[in-house]
Protein backbone atom coordinates (compact mmCIF):
# COMPACT_ATOMS: atom_id res chain seq x y z
CA UNK A 1 0.00 0.00 0.00
CA UNK A 2 1.44 3.55 -1.20
CA UNK A 3 0.46 6.03 1.21
CA UNK A 4 1.05 10.03 1.05
CA UNK A 5 3.69 11.35 3.81
CA UNK A 6 3.57 15.38 4.35
CA UNK A 7 7.07 16.14 6.18
CA UNK A 8 6.18 19.98 7.65
CA UNK A 9 8.74 22.22 8.72
CA UNK A 10 7.30 25.49 9.93
CA UNK A 11 9.37 28.30 7.65
CA UNK A 12 11.08 29.71 9.99
CA UNK A 13 12.73 26.84 11.29
CA UNK A 14 13.34 25.66 7.53
CA UNK A 15 14.87 29.28 7.46
CA UNK A 16 17.36 28.36 10.44
CA UNK A 17 18.27 25.30 9.56
CA UNK A 18 19.09 26.21 6.11
CA UNK A 19 21.04 29.20 7.12
CA UNK A 20 23.13 26.69 9.34
CA UNK A 21 23.34 24.36 6.92
CA UNK A 22 25.25 26.40 4.44
CA UNK A 23 27.12 27.87 7.02
CA UNK A 24 28.58 24.54 7.61
CA UNK A 25 30.82 24.76 4.32
CA UNK A 26 34.29 25.32 4.63
CA UNK A 27 34.52 26.07 0.95
CA UNK A 28 31.98 26.60 -2.05
CA UNK A 29 29.76 23.98 -2.27
CA UNK A 30 30.94 20.45 -0.66
CA UNK A 31 28.30 18.32 0.96
CA UNK A 32 26.34 19.45 3.85
CA UNK A 33 24.08 17.47 5.92
CA UNK A 34 21.46 17.75 8.98
CA UNK A 35 18.90 16.36 10.52
CA UNK A 36 15.28 17.03 11.78
CA UNK A 37 13.34 15.15 14.77
CA UNK A 38 9.88 14.73 13.74
CA UNK A 39 6.52 13.79 15.37
CA UNK A 40 4.01 11.60 13.44
CA UNK A 41 0.69 12.75 13.09
CA UNK A 42 -1.76 9.64 11.55
CA UNK A 43 -4.25 11.46 9.63
CA UNK A 44 -5.68 8.15 7.87
CA UNK A 45 -4.88 4.50 6.65
CA UNK A 46 -2.84 6.38 3.51
CA UNK A 47 -1.93 9.77 4.71
CA UNK A 48 0.85 10.34 7.53
CA UNK A 49 2.17 13.88 8.63
CA UNK A 50 5.54 14.33 9.76
CA UNK A 51 6.34 17.39 12.12
CA UNK A 52 9.04 18.38 12.42
CA UNK A 53 10.14 19.28 16.30
CA UNK A 54 14.08 20.52 16.50
CA UNK A 55 16.76 19.71 14.50
CA UNK A 56 20.80 19.25 14.27
CA UNK A 57 23.64 20.37 11.98
CA UNK A 58 27.18 19.20 12.62
CA UNK A 59 29.71 22.11 12.29
CA UNK A 60 32.73 20.47 9.67
CA UNK A 61 34.57 19.11 12.37
CA UNK A 62 31.93 16.62 13.17
CA UNK A 63 33.06 15.13 9.54
CA UNK A 64 35.34 12.45 9.15
CA UNK A 65 35.35 13.36 5.83
CA UNK A 66 33.60 16.20 3.55
CA UNK A 67 33.64 16.74 -0.06
CA UNK A 68 31.98 17.47 -3.45
CA UNK A 69 32.05 13.44 -3.91
CA UNK A 70 30.16 12.82 -0.71
CA UNK A 71 30.43 12.87 3.15
CA UNK A 72 31.19 10.86 6.59
CA UNK A 73 30.53 11.71 10.19
CA UNK A 74 32.87 10.90 13.19
CA UNK A 75 31.62 8.20 15.18
CA UNK A 76 30.87 10.40 17.71
CA UNK A 77 28.97 12.60 16.37
CA UNK A 78 26.57 9.54 15.77
CA UNK A 79 26.55 8.58 19.40
CA UNK A 80 25.78 11.99 20.13
CA UNK A 81 22.60 12.17 18.24
CA UNK A 82 21.57 8.86 19.95
CA UNK A 83 22.14 9.93 23.33
CA UNK A 84 19.62 12.88 22.44
CA UNK A 85 17.12 11.38 20.24
CA UNK A 86 17.05 7.32 20.72
CA UNK A 87 13.54 6.86 22.54
CA UNK A 88 12.30 10.03 22.18
CA UNK A 89 9.35 8.56 19.65
CA UNK A 90 10.64 10.90 17.12
CA UNK A 91 11.31 9.94 13.49
CA UNK A 92 14.13 10.87 11.69
CA UNK A 93 14.87 12.88 8.54
CA UNK A 94 18.29 13.27 7.01
CA UNK A 95 18.64 16.01 4.77
CA UNK A 96 21.60 15.97 2.68
CA UNK A 97 23.48 18.44 -0.43
CA UNK A 98 24.53 17.55 -4.18
CA UNK A 99 26.64 20.18 -6.16
CA UNK A 100 24.66 21.44 -8.71
CA UNK A 101 21.33 23.87 -8.81
CA UNK A 102 18.79 21.32 -10.96
CA UNK A 103 16.89 18.72 -8.73
CA UNK A 104 19.24 15.98 -7.37
CA UNK A 105 18.32 12.13 -7.96
CA UNK A 106 19.64 10.02 -5.14
CA UNK A 107 22.96 8.44 -5.61
CA UNK A 108 24.21 5.22 -5.21
CA UNK A 109 26.37 6.02 -2.23
CA UNK A 110 23.32 7.55 -0.73
CA UNK A 111 21.08 4.10 -1.92
CA UNK A 112 24.09 2.02 0.66
CA UNK A 113 24.62 4.31 3.42
CA UNK A 114 20.62 5.01 4.13
CA UNK A 115 19.68 1.17 3.39
CA UNK A 116 22.43 0.09 6.73
CA UNK A 117 20.70 3.64 8.70
CA UNK A 118 17.51 2.68 8.64
CA UNK A 119 18.25 -0.93 9.44
CA UNK A 120 19.97 0.29 11.97
CA UNK A 121 17.39 2.68 13.49
CA UNK A 122 14.93 -0.20 13.16
CA UNK A 123 16.74 -1.82 16.41
CA UNK A 124 16.93 1.06 18.71
CA UNK A 125 14.23 1.92 21.49
CA UNK A 126 11.29 3.41 19.75
CA UNK A 127 12.17 2.36 16.26
CA UNK A 128 12.47 5.64 14.53
CA UNK A 129 12.15 5.49 11.27
CA UNK A 130 14.08 7.18 7.94
CA UNK A 131 13.24 9.83 5.51
CA UNK A 132 15.78 11.29 3.43
CA UNK A 133 15.95 14.24 1.48
CA UNK A 134 18.65 15.08 -1.25
CA UNK A 135 19.02 18.89 -2.07
CA UNK A 136 20.82 21.42 -4.39
CA UNK A 137 23.74 22.94 -3.14
CA UNK A 138 21.16 26.16 -2.24
CA UNK A 139 18.79 23.96 -0.59
CA UNK A 140 16.31 25.15 -2.61
CA UNK A 141 14.74 21.95 -4.52
CA UNK A 142 14.82 18.53 -3.50
CA UNK A 143 14.05 14.63 -3.53
CA UNK A 144 12.90 12.33 -0.77
CA UNK A 145 12.14 9.23 -0.04
CA UNK A 146 10.75 6.95 2.93
CA UNK A 147 12.47 3.93 4.40
CA UNK A 148 11.01 0.94 5.50
CA UNK A 149 12.68 -0.42 8.81
CA UNK A 150 13.46 -3.72 6.83
CA UNK A 151 16.06 -1.62 4.77
CA UNK A 152 13.55 -1.34 1.67
CA UNK A 153 12.82 2.32 -0.07
CA UNK A 154 8.79 2.40 0.53
CA UNK A 155 6.48 3.33 -2.52
CA UNK A 156 4.91 6.20 0.11
CA UNK A 157 5.24 9.72 -1.64
CA UNK A 158 6.74 12.19 0.43
CA UNK A 159 5.23 15.85 -0.14
CA UNK A 160 7.69 18.67 1.54
CA UNK A 161 6.16 21.60 2.78
CA UNK A 162 8.00 24.35 4.61
CA UNK A 163 5.22 27.25 4.37
CA UNK A 164 2.65 28.38 6.15
CA UNK A 165 -0.25 27.56 4.00
CA UNK A 166 0.50 25.01 1.56
CA UNK A 167 -0.64 26.28 -2.10
CA UNK A 168 -0.04 25.18 -5.59
CA UNK A 169 2.39 26.92 -8.27
CA UNK A 170 1.26 30.08 -10.21
CA UNK A 171 1.98 28.70 -13.13
CA UNK A 172 -0.17 29.07 -16.14
CA UNK A 173 -1.50 32.49 -15.24
CA UNK A 174 -4.98 33.10 -16.39
CA UNK A 175 -5.62 29.84 -18.01
CA UNK A 176 -8.61 28.10 -17.19
CA UNK A 177 -10.41 29.41 -14.53
CA UNK A 178 -14.11 28.85 -14.56
CA UNK A 179 -16.18 31.85 -15.59
CA UNK A 180 -17.30 33.10 -12.41
CA UNK A 181 -13.67 33.55 -11.40
CA UNK A 182 -13.15 36.16 -14.32
CA UNK A 183 -12.43 39.28 -12.54
CA UNK A 184 -9.76 37.22 -10.47
CA UNK A 185 -7.88 35.81 -13.27
CA UNK A 186 -5.33 38.20 -12.68
CA UNK A 187 -3.85 36.07 -10.05
CA UNK A 188 -3.49 33.10 -11.85
CA UNK A 189 -4.99 29.40 -12.06
CA UNK A 190 -2.47 27.89 -9.12
CA UNK A 191 -4.28 30.43 -7.00
CA UNK A 192 -7.28 29.28 -7.66
CA UNK A 193 -6.36 25.91 -7.15
CA UNK A 194 -5.14 26.15 -3.66
CA UNK A 195 -8.30 27.80 -3.08
CA UNK A 196 -10.32 24.95 -4.25
CA UNK A 197 -8.35 22.27 -2.33
CA UNK A 198 -8.21 24.28 0.53
CA UNK A 199 -10.17 23.20 3.97
CA UNK A 200 -10.65 25.56 6.54
CA UNK A 201 -11.91 25.53 10.43
CA UNK A 202 -13.82 28.02 11.45
CA UNK A 203 -14.62 28.50 14.80
CA UNK A 204 -16.81 30.57 15.93
CA UNK A 205 -20.36 31.25 13.85
CA UNK A 206 -21.30 34.57 14.91
CA UNK A 207 -20.75 38.11 13.01
CA UNK A 208 -17.27 37.88 12.58
CA UNK A 209 -16.94 34.56 11.24
CA UNK A 210 -20.16 34.88 8.93
CA UNK A 211 -18.74 37.84 7.29
CA UNK A 212 -15.22 35.83 6.83
CA UNK A 213 -17.09 32.88 5.63
CA UNK A 214 -19.14 34.81 3.02
CA UNK A 215 -16.12 36.51 1.51
CA UNK A 216 -13.54 33.81 1.93
CA UNK A 217 -16.29 31.83 0.13
CA UNK A 218 -17.01 34.17 -2.68
CA UNK A 219 -12.92 34.83 -3.34
CA UNK A 220 -12.59 30.33 -3.78
CA UNK A 221 -12.86 28.19 -0.54
CA UNK A 222 -15.88 25.63 -0.87
CA UNK A 223 -14.88 23.21 1.70
CA UNK A 224 -15.06 23.75 5.80
CA UNK A 225 -15.22 22.58 9.00
CA UNK A 226 -17.95 25.06 10.84
CA UNK A 227 -17.73 25.26 14.63
CA UNK A 228 -20.55 27.01 16.98
CA UNK A 229 -22.13 25.42 19.56
CA UNK A 230 -24.98 28.71 19.75
CA UNK A 231 -28.23 29.48 17.66
CA UNK A 232 -29.45 32.60 16.11
CA UNK A 233 -30.86 34.89 18.26
CA UNK A 234 -32.76 38.45 17.23
CA UNK A 235 -30.01 40.62 18.56
CA UNK A 236 -27.60 38.98 15.96
CA UNK A 237 -29.51 40.09 12.69
CA UNK A 238 -27.92 43.76 13.14
CA UNK A 239 -24.94 41.89 11.97
CA UNK A 240 -25.10 38.73 9.93
CA UNK A 241 -24.98 38.97 6.32
CA UNK A 242 -28.42 37.57 4.80
CA UNK A 243 -29.89 35.85 8.58
CA UNK A 244 -33.47 36.59 8.71
CA UNK A 245 -36.19 37.14 11.33
CA UNK A 246 -37.11 33.71 10.16
CA UNK A 247 -34.28 31.55 10.58
CA UNK A 248 -34.11 33.11 14.35
CA UNK A 249 -38.05 32.03 14.79
CA UNK A 250 -37.08 28.70 13.54
CA UNK A 251 -34.34 28.43 15.93
CA UNK A 252 -31.74 27.82 13.16
CA UNK A 253 -28.19 26.93 14.80
CA UNK A 254 -25.18 29.23 13.73
CA UNK A 255 -23.35 26.39 11.92
CA UNK A 256 -26.74 25.86 9.62
CA UNK A 257 -27.18 29.50 8.91
CA UNK A 258 -23.21 29.45 7.79
CA UNK A 259 -23.83 26.62 5.61
CA UNK A 260 -26.66 28.28 4.00
CA UNK A 261 -24.29 31.16 3.37
CA UNK A 262 -21.70 29.40 1.85
CA UNK A 263 -24.40 27.52 -0.33
CA UNK A 264 -25.43 30.95 -1.94
CA UNK A 265 -21.74 31.26 -3.38
CA UNK A 266 -21.26 27.38 -4.41
CA UNK A 267 -24.42 26.06 -5.11
CA UNK A 268 -22.59 23.09 -6.41
CA UNK A 269 -19.56 22.00 -5.12
CA UNK A 270 -19.40 23.15 -1.57
CA UNK A 271 -18.31 20.21 1.04
CA UNK A 272 -19.30 21.59 4.35
CA UNK A 273 -19.13 19.74 7.81
CA UNK A 274 -21.35 21.44 10.39
CA UNK A 275 -20.99 20.88 14.32
CA UNK A 276 -23.12 22.89 16.76
CA UNK A 277 -21.19 21.95 19.51
CA UNK A 278 -18.00 23.67 21.14
CA UNK A 279 -14.51 23.22 20.20
CA UNK A 280 -13.98 20.99 23.32
CA UNK A 281 -15.74 18.02 21.62
CA UNK A 282 -13.99 15.25 20.45
CA UNK A 283 -16.11 15.28 17.33
CA UNK A 284 -15.33 19.20 16.60
CA UNK A 285 -11.37 18.85 16.99
CA UNK A 286 -11.41 15.81 14.70
CA UNK A 287 -12.54 17.68 12.40
CA UNK A 288 -10.57 20.73 12.92
CA UNK A 289 -7.61 17.96 12.65
CA UNK A 290 -8.35 17.72 8.98
CA UNK A 291 -8.46 21.20 7.84
CA UNK A 292 -5.62 23.26 6.61
CA UNK A 293 -6.20 27.02 7.96
CA UNK A 294 -7.73 27.28 12.02
CA UNK A 295 -9.79 30.20 11.96
CA UNK A 296 -10.64 31.48 15.73
CA UNK A 297 -13.49 34.01 15.69
CA UNK A 298 -15.47 33.44 18.63
CA UNK A 299 -16.64 35.66 21.78
CA UNK A 300 -14.74 33.87 24.65
CA UNK A 301 -11.14 33.57 25.34
CA UNK A 302 -11.46 29.80 26.07
CA UNK A 303 -12.27 28.94 23.49
CA UNK A 304 -9.59 31.12 21.65
CA UNK A 305 -7.04 29.27 23.88
CA UNK A 306 -8.31 25.51 22.95
CA UNK A 307 -8.15 26.38 19.07
CA UNK A 308 -4.06 27.96 20.01
CA UNK A 309 -3.59 24.75 21.65
CA UNK A 310 -5.10 22.74 18.49
CA UNK A 311 -3.10 24.41 16.22
CA UNK A 312 0.49 24.08 18.68
CA UNK A 313 -0.41 20.41 18.45
CA UNK A 314 -0.66 19.37 14.85
CA UNK A 315 1.12 22.09 13.43
CA UNK A 316 -1.70 24.22 11.48
CA UNK A 317 -1.75 27.73 10.63
CA UNK A 318 -3.52 29.62 13.13
CA UNK A 319 -5.33 33.11 12.15
CA UNK A 320 -7.18 34.64 15.33
CA UNK A 321 -9.74 38.05 14.45
CA UNK A 322 -11.67 40.17 16.99
CA UNK A 323 -13.27 43.45 16.93
CA UNK A 324 -13.70 45.44 20.65
CA UNK A 325 -16.19 48.13 21.03
CA UNK A 326 -15.06 50.11 24.51
CA UNK A 327 -17.35 53.04 25.86
CA UNK A 328 -15.80 54.74 28.74
CA UNK A 329 -18.51 55.35 31.87
CA UNK A 330 -17.01 58.48 32.60
CA UNK A 331 -16.53 60.74 29.73
CA UNK A 332 -18.53 58.23 27.33
CA UNK A 333 -15.94 58.31 25.12
CA UNK A 334 -16.11 55.36 22.43
CA UNK A 335 -13.10 53.57 20.89
CA UNK A 336 -13.34 50.53 18.13
CA UNK A 337 -10.88 48.46 17.18
CA UNK A 338 -9.97 45.23 15.02
CA UNK A 339 -7.36 42.96 15.60
CA UNK A 340 -5.76 40.28 13.26
CA UNK A 341 -3.29 37.79 14.61
CA UNK A 342 -1.21 34.95 13.00
CA UNK A 343 1.17 33.26 15.49
CA UNK A 344 4.05 31.94 13.79
CA UNK A 345 3.63 28.29 12.30
CA UNK A 346 5.04 25.69 14.93
CA UNK A 347 5.40 28.43 18.01
CA UNK A 348 7.82 30.80 19.11
CA UNK A 349 4.72 33.38 20.28
CA UNK A 350 1.19 32.40 20.45
CA UNK A 351 -2.15 34.15 21.55
CA UNK A 352 -1.61 33.38 25.58
CA UNK A 353 1.99 34.92 25.62
CA UNK A 354 1.44 37.59 23.05
CA UNK A 355 -1.35 38.87 25.39
CA UNK A 356 -4.13 38.44 22.42
CA UNK A 357 -6.15 36.69 24.96
CA UNK A 358 -5.73 36.03 28.55
CA UNK A 359 -5.40 32.59 29.91
CA UNK A 360 -6.39 33.84 32.95
CA UNK A 361 -9.83 35.31 31.70
CA UNK A 362 -9.83 31.80 29.92
CA UNK A 363 -9.77 30.12 33.23
CA UNK A 364 -12.63 32.12 34.34
CA UNK A 365 -14.82 31.63 31.93
CA UNK A 366 -14.95 27.80 32.61
CA UNK A 367 -14.30 28.16 36.38
CA UNK A 368 -17.66 26.59 38.29
CA UNK A 369 -20.58 29.31 38.71
CA UNK A 370 -19.35 30.05 42.64
CA UNK A 371 -16.25 31.21 41.10
CA UNK A 372 -17.34 33.05 38.67
CA UNK A 373 -20.05 34.88 40.48
CA UNK A 374 -16.91 35.50 43.27
CA UNK A 375 -15.37 36.94 40.31
CA UNK A 376 -18.38 38.96 38.89
CA UNK A 377 -18.72 41.00 42.20
CA UNK A 378 -14.79 41.84 42.08
CA UNK A 379 -15.75 43.75 39.00
CA UNK A 380 -15.28 40.92 35.78
CA UNK A 381 -18.55 40.32 34.04
CA UNK A 382 -17.78 37.35 32.15
CA UNK A 383 -19.80 35.96 29.25
CA UNK A 384 -22.31 39.25 29.17
CA UNK A 385 -23.13 40.57 25.76
CA UNK A 386 -20.42 42.83 24.16
CA UNK A 387 -21.28 45.45 21.43
CA UNK A 388 -21.20 44.67 18.37
CA UNK A 389 -21.50 46.29 14.62
CA UNK A 390 -21.56 44.85 11.13
CA UNK A 391 -19.04 47.29 9.37
CA UNK A 392 -15.99 47.03 11.80
CA UNK A 393 -16.93 43.25 12.69
CA UNK A 394 -16.61 43.24 8.11
CA UNK A 395 -13.18 45.23 8.21
CA UNK A 396 -11.74 42.89 10.71
CA UNK A 397 -13.31 39.53 8.44
CA UNK A 398 -11.61 41.54 5.15
CA UNK A 399 -8.63 41.99 6.39
CA UNK A 400 -8.54 38.30 7.47
CA UNK A 401 -9.58 37.14 4.17
CA UNK A 402 -6.75 39.49 2.76
CA UNK A 403 -4.34 37.48 5.26
CA UNK A 404 -5.42 34.21 3.50
CA UNK A 405 -5.26 36.12 -0.06
CA UNK A 406 -2.10 37.79 0.19
CA UNK A 407 -0.19 34.30 1.22
CA UNK A 408 -1.23 32.68 -1.64
CA UNK A 409 -0.01 35.04 -3.65
CA UNK A 410 3.05 35.88 -2.44
CA UNK A 411 2.03 39.54 -1.43
CA UNK A 412 2.50 38.77 2.81
CA UNK A 413 5.08 36.76 4.43
CA UNK A 414 4.04 34.84 7.49
CA UNK A 415 7.41 33.16 8.74
CA UNK A 416 7.33 35.19 11.54
CA UNK A 417 3.39 36.08 12.32
CA UNK A 418 1.75 39.07 12.08
CA UNK A 419 -0.57 41.24 14.79
CA UNK A 420 -2.56 43.87 13.43
CA UNK A 421 -4.84 46.29 15.55
CA UNK A 422 -7.02 48.80 13.70
CA UNK A 423 -7.84 51.73 15.70
CA UNK A 424 -10.32 53.19 13.77
CA UNK A 425 -11.19 56.53 16.20
CA UNK A 426 -7.70 57.04 15.72
CA UNK A 427 -7.18 56.45 12.09
CA UNK A 428 -4.38 54.20 13.12
CA UNK A 429 -3.36 50.67 12.06
CA UNK A 430 -0.97 49.42 14.38
CA UNK A 431 1.94 46.05 13.95
CA UNK A 432 2.67 44.92 17.22
CA UNK A 433 5.61 42.84 17.22
CA UNK A 434 6.50 40.18 19.69
CA UNK A 435 9.37 38.57 20.97
CA UNK A 436 10.08 35.19 21.08
CA UNK A 437 9.82 33.90 24.65
CA UNK A 438 11.46 30.95 25.93
CA UNK A 439 9.27 29.94 28.74
CA UNK A 440 5.74 29.89 27.61
CA UNK A 441 3.64 26.80 28.93
CA UNK A 442 1.88 26.99 25.48
CA UNK A 443 4.76 27.32 22.65
CA UNK A 444 7.73 26.90 23.81
CA UNK A 445 10.44 24.51 22.47
CA UNK A 446 11.74 24.16 26.08
CA UNK A 447 9.52 21.53 27.15
CA UNK A 448 11.18 19.80 24.08
CA UNK A 449 14.77 21.11 24.74
CA UNK A 450 14.54 19.91 28.36
CA UNK A 451 13.19 16.39 27.83
CA UNK A 452 15.71 15.58 24.43
CA UNK A 453 18.68 17.70 25.67
CA UNK A 454 19.27 19.48 22.81
CA UNK A 455 17.07 21.56 20.41
CA UNK A 456 17.59 23.97 17.50
CA UNK A 457 21.52 23.59 18.34
CA UNK A 458 24.14 23.32 15.97
CA UNK A 459 25.87 20.69 17.66
CA UNK A 460 29.49 21.04 17.45
CA UNK A 461 31.90 18.41 18.95
CA UNK A 462 35.44 18.23 19.40
CA UNK A 463 37.26 15.11 19.78
ZN1 LIG B 1 24.10 12.06 -1.72
ZN1 LIG C 1 3.29 31.24 23.79
Given amino acids: MSRQIILTVPPRMWRQFRETLLSARQNGTEEVIGFLFCRQQHLSRRKRRLLANSWVVPMSDCYASQGIGGLALRQEFHLELLRRYAGTGMDIVHVHTHPGRFTPSFSGIDDVAERQYSRFLARLPGRPRLTSC ?10 FRH ?81 DPDRLET ?17 WPKVRYIDRLIHLSWPKGAEIRSVCDSIQSKMA ?29 LMKPLLCLGTQIEVSETDNSCRILSRITVPPLGGGWCLMCGDIISANLAALEMAPSQITDSVRAAGYVPGVAAPAVYWANSCCASLGVYVVHGTLCGLLDLTDGIDWVMEYGQKRWLQVSHEDTDDCFYCSAAKDRAKVGGNRLSVSLTT
Avoid at 189 to 211: N, P, Y
Avoid at 235 to 251: C, D, G, K
Wanted: aromatic share 8%; net charge positive.
Fill in 235 to 251: SNLNRLPAATEQMVREN
Fill in 285 to 313: QDDLARCDLLITATDNHYSRMLCQELALR
Fill in 134 to 143: VFDENLHVGS
Fill in 147 to 227: WRPEGVVAKDRVVFSAQWLEGHSRRNRGSSVPERFDRQRVFGRGFHESLQSLRVGLVGCGGIGACFAEQLSRLGVRRWVLV
